[in-house]
């Protein structure tokens, strides 16, 4: 309502609106910026997940290397003496733990019963999405096991 003199009235139900108004104000920016965090930890998990399965394939891959590594040390001696090729367990968890430090991998190798040996590997890689949220390192395990078992047996067998 206007006055004679140009001044605009207003009833008590109008100022009780704008008032109601002003409480909102910003709530957008609160919602936006809980979607972007929600967005971010999603993206993180997508994109880190996904690096932390190759992760852990070629934590696996490293283990079998390794127990490779270690199943073709024969038993020299025994070779020469008998003619029979015999894995020799000692050399073979000694040769899985030389190619793990010589290729700069955290892990170990021990000998799981009579005829076989186990590798252990453990690979540690930085985030890229996830370290904004403090998450800065993952770390997968791997594990092979080699049976020390050879096709010969002997000469002319």
Not at 16 to 41: H, K, N, P, Q
Request: aromatic share 4%.
């Amino acid at each position: 309502m206007s006055s004679p003199g140009g001044w605009c009235m207003r009833s008590g139900q109008d100022v009780g609106r704008e008032r109601g108004g002003d409480r909102e104000r910003g709530s957008i920016t609160l919602m936006l910026l809980v979607l972007f965090v929600g967005l971010i930890a999603l993206a993180g998990i997508v994109i880190d997940g996904g690096a932390k399965l190759n992760q852990a394939e070629n934590a696996n891959a490293i283990a079998q290397e390794a127990a490779r590594a270690g199943a073709g040390m024969v038993n020299q001696g025994a070779a020469l003496s008998t003619g029979s090729f015999v894995v020799d367990q000692n050399q073979a968890v000694a040769a899985a733990q030389q190619y793990l430090a010589t290729h700069g991998y955290q892990g170990s190798a021990s000998p799981v019963g009579a005829r076989s040996i186990q590798v252990n590997v453990t690979v540690t890689a930085p985030t890229h999405v996830l370290s904004i949220i403090g998450i800065d390192t993952m770390s997968s395990t791997g594990s092979a096991t080699a049976s020390l078992v050879t096709g010969v047996t002997g000469p002319g067998a």
